[in-house]
């Protein structure tokens, strides 16, 4: 089976439109159906997209690529008070453990930015692609675009919430329709935007 082939079943399985799986992945329409057809041999960021947008870790998307990933590396798990408190996320300090704040945890997580932290998944707003509990990384290093993931702050709020450009406008959604979405202002701080997703079960 072709990687190609292998997208096309794992959209099908999900039960994705080519469309569906171009918004949750960022990824154009275009795109996807010349990497279904094997006309394109995708990066290490497509992969991790198109792992967003199936809803599978980016671990199984690397394989079906035929891609071997050996390297692992270690960020720690930030409370969400630390980025509320607008507190310096992995600065200097923080790229050695015994200078982590007592009581943080560590997760393995597939080599990223040196900045590069975790968030435990604090409530069901972004349901279903984040249950509450789940671990998501963020990398403060990387530029958010439509359709991505991203920590942002305002004031002392901070939220997990999918990225959105419609013309001049910017917003953010949650996916659980339960919550609002919300019109980015000139006091919303986006701190990073989520490259990983590991799993609880």
């Known amino acids: 089976m072709t990687f190609g082939e292998w997208v096309r079943r ?3 399985e999900a039960g994705l439109s080519i469309n569906q799986l171009a918004k949750r992945s960022g990824l154009s329409e275009k795109y996807i159906r010349l990497l279904e057809r094997g006309e394109r041999h995708p990066k290490v960021e497509t992969l991790r997209k ?4 199936l809803g599978v870790p980016f671990e199984e998307v690397a394989s079906a ?7 692992v590396e270690k960020v720690p798990v930030v409370p969400w008070d630390w980025i509320r408190k607008g507190l310096e996320v992995r600065g200097e300090a923080f790229g050695v453990a015994d200078h982590v704040p007592e009581g943080w945890d560590w997760v393995e997580v ?6 590069a932290f975790a968030l435990r998944v604090p409530d069901d707003s972004m349901e279903p692609e984040f249950a509450e509990g789940d671990i998501v990384v963020v990398d403060p290093m990387r530029k958010p675009v439509p ?9 002392e709020e901070a939220v997990l919430r999918q990225f959105h450009v419609c013309g001049e406008k910017r917003f953010l959604c949650a996916l659980n329709p339960r919550y609002p979405g ?3 202002t000139g006091d919303h701080e986006i701190i990073g935007v989520v490259c990983q997703k590991i799993k609880k079960y």
Request: charged letters at 35%.
């Open 110 to 115: 597939i080599p990223t930015s040196q900045r």
């Open 147 to 155: 359709g991505c993931f991203v920590v942002v702050r305002r004031g």
């Open 50 to 53: 198109l792992a967003r947008g």
């Open 182 to 184: 919300t019109e980015m």
């Open 10 to 12: 794992k959209r099908e």
């Open 65 to 71: 690529a035929g891609l071997e990933i050996k390297k």
